[in-house]
Nanobody, 124 residues
Framework: QVQLVESGGGLVQAGGSLRLSCAAS????????MGWFRQAPGKEREFVAA????????YYADSVKGRFTISVDNAKNMVYLQMNSLKPEDTAVYYC?????????????????WGQGTQVTVSS
């Protein structure tokens, strides 16, 4: 079992930055992906970014590439999402996720564990 707890959401103006944090506990593996999804009101869940616990290889949605950066701190069992140049369309609940598979995927069905979510609101 893996437990995930997000923090760091809030209200920010367009063009601003936020850093989301995810504390992971339980059993994790260096070769399996961790990541972030988001869901805006009335929309389907959307993949944002993923990284393996070992770090290095990352995977981003086109909509956030160049603006968001995912990273891990293995010593602290933390996953981060640095979000820069935020836009109103980034407004959503952001979820930290963990997979038991050994490949990246943008499908939410590939992720077995989900945090409770943290709200990010970007005002125009």
């Amino acid at each position: 079992q893996v437990q995930l707890v997000e923090s760091g959401g809030g209200l920010v103006q367009a063009g601003g930055s936020l850093r989301l944090s995810c504390a992971a506990s339980g059993r994790t593996f260096s070769t399996t992906p961790m990541g972030w999804f988001r869901q805006a009101p009335g929309k389907e869940r959307e993949f944002v970014a993923a990284i393996k616990w070992s770090g290095g290889t990352t995977y981003y949605a086109d909509s956030v590439k160049g603006r968001f950066t995912i990273s891990v701190d293995n010593a602290k069992n933390m996953v981060y999402l640095q979000m820069n140049s935020l836009k109103p369309e980034d407004t959503a609940v952001y979820y930290c996720v963990a997979s038991t598979r050994y490949y990246f995927s943008s499908s939410d069905s590939a992720y077995d564990y989900w945090g409770q979510g943290t709200q990010v609101t970007v005002s125009s």
